[in-house]
């Protein structure tokens, strides 16, 4: 059968909340056809669902294969338009493929007509398909709502469809639910009217969806309050809360409502729904998710407390509604081919949500965040052997969940920022019309959008991005230079940049480069534009004086690492330290420094001398690269018995700032510096800073007793510190704030930081508490992380505590992205052979598909971090005790 015709999909979903309190006389005579599990079931929560298609058959046939998991069809038949309807008299279940075969007594003839589908279904837990979500209500009482979480490939679990992308359709949609509660879906609603059955329900009929597809169907029933707001053209936005919170939407309405806008006014293409509703999910597994018209949201995600939620908070929100936003017109209006392509979706809306944000608050400065945020993340995946090209070429569904990683987001993210640079603003979004314009309610693939911005700015696009997409990892490009008279001379070579050391490769990768240089004459302007297509390059800047730097990748646009000759490097530094460098390239030339000591191609040695130049560093993003650097490094050197010389090392060089900032803002602060306040405060406290571990113990005591209430901002820093140096009675005081916590995000915080306990017999009662009722399931992540990334013991104890409850952990997250999250925080931080052939061996003889590529990028980790052991330790700890060695006497 081809279903690429248009095809209408009318459903009644009869929703069971709760099989046991459901009336036989609610359910009619669909009780009894309902499988035995379903009538007796204590544990499990059923819905039942009645589906009908009006399609077109194209090739005579008596079978019909449809997507379908964990569903029991009940009966099934076929009506050809003006013809009587034939009974299916078989389902054969084809488990593994998650498909049924319809079979039909005689043949289907050529023509249209309504297939009508009986079913139930499993309300699961699993935060996938169709699942309840549990919640508690004001009151104190424990309630369901029924949500749902269908990409990659879990409509299928919903209802019996043709779960692909490119299968596409217009969905008519009514849900039969409790009268007390709401029900959305991504349409507005129609007409609510009472249930005939049962009193106690309603049926809510909701307007035709525009041609979409299966994964951006979404539907919701449970207990809401709302705010709302028109945007500027006239798009009804909601923003629907746990009940009680309605003030904790105020701040995603005010961005959504004027985040509509700008994206109609960016891509010239108007929002074709007349509604968006964005609502917070007690259970959720991602962070958001674009249904279109009914966008779901982690509550951390989407709600911000006016006193309670901190500054990065705050930012998060505002990114994550910009992203989902975004995937309205990218993504849900065109959308890909097949997931091959879910790069395009995916790193287009990671690079406009940046672009969105800086448009809502530029005070956020929020463009050299995405440097650190995602530019150097995805750099930092891609320089190993085990990653992959940012175009996957995807056989089964199945493989889908392994690539919504930092390639396909932040990788493809940073290439479009690149392109976008080249290509210029003006051409950019004149691409992004035509191609918006051309393929809207269709399906389109990468190549498309090139031809789109070729067409608009007349620049080679497919040549220079098929080099950045096709092929995995990115170049180095090492530049000397030399001066003759006037000019000075640059030489440029380019080469794959690896993770372990040089490359040696016989093959020889190569990019089509955008390059851009920068002198000391106007550092935040390009002298020279440059599309480097071979292997070496030339180059000669003009009138440039012999005290002038130079420096390549203005602005840290350029998706490459640059190592400078020495004495090109030397001439740099200044720049640093009287901070004529911009902030954005003063950050890329520290990352790119400590990535070449990561590889072994310089000594670590020399980028700690580098470290120490930011001694005037006033912006919170350089401030926060290099943190993480230090964290890094950190980690490593917790293998070594000189772990304490590098807590003294971070200490100098953040005390200088930590005391400039002091604990308490000051009129005229803003975003930036309540973030900068927090990092400096935490890292200072972690490290065991004494004066702020006494100012941070005394104002936890004053916090706890309600004396003084903690800002948001301070909250993080604080808990942390007094774990880290903290016992049984802290990490006491610690889970009853936990307990106590009304709101999400503070249950994050809380949650996020207890790792940071010491003794051995609290981290076992933290990595208890993570698996306990007390956390929310897609939580228990951050908890078991925290604690491998806590210390030494702690990763050890948590590695143990996976494997030992690796079956409650799968079987948790039945092998979507959780688990290869929680595999990478909690191995990453080895340090030996040893470990990586333990965590190879573990995973061989337990099968995560979904996390197999994880696991081998974490098991080379665990190699380069042995290797980088073994090659600087020794040099790192003398260059820290001659630090603290008297100067010689002359």
Known sequence: MSLKESLQALYLFLLVLDSQACTRALLSRRWQCLPKRAQHSREHHFFLMLIKFLFQVKQATNQIVMNCADIDIITASYAPEGDEEVHAT??????????????????????????????????NDKMKGFYRSKYTTPTGDTRYAAVTQFEATDARRAFPCWDEPAIKATFDISLVVPKDRVALSNMNVLDRKPYPDDENLVEVKFARTPIMSTYLVAFVVGEYDFVEARSLDGVLVRVYTPVGKAEQGKFALEVAAKTLPFYKDYFNVPYPLPKIDLIAIADFAAGAMENWGLVTYRETALLIDPKNSCSSSRQWVALVVGHELAHQWFGNLVTMEWWTHLWL????????EYLCVDHCFPEYDIWTQFVSADYTRAQELDALDNSHPIEVSVGHPSEVDEIFDAISYSKGASVIRMLHDYIGDEDFRKGMNLYLTKFQQKNAATEDLWESLEKASGKPIAAVMNTWTKQMGFPLIYVEAEQQEDDRVLKLVQKKFCASGPYTGEDFPMWMVPISICTSDDPTCAKMQVLMDKPELTLVLKDIKPDQWVKLNLGTVG?????????MLESLIPAIKDLSLPPVDRLGLQNDLFSLARAGIISTVEVLKVMEAFVNEPNYTVWSDLSCNLGILSTLLSHTDFYEEIQVFVRDVFSPIGERLGWDPKPGEGHLDALLRGLVLGKLGKAGHKATLEEARRRFKDHVEGKHVLSADLRSPVYVTILKHGDSTTLDT???????????????RIERVLGAISQPELIQKVLTFALSEEVRPQDTVSVIGGVAGGSKQGRKAAWKFVRDNWEELYNRYQGGFLISRLIKLTVDGFANDKMAAEVKAFFESHPAPSAERTVQQCCENILLNAAWLKRDAENIHQYFLQRKAPPAMV
């Open 345 to 352: 979706n995916e790193g287009f809306a990671s690079w406009i």
């Open 90 to 123: 078989g389902f054969n279940y084809q488990n593994e493929d998650e498909k049924v075969t319809l079979s039909f007594p005689s043949t289907l003839q050529k023509g249209t007509g309504t297939l009508k589908i009986d079913f139930v279904g499993e309300l």
């Open 734 to 748: 610690m889970l009853k704030l936990h307990k106590q916590a009304d709101m999400q995000e503070e249950k994050n």
């Open 559 to 567: 998706f490459y690492r640059t190592q400078y000759s020495p004495d």
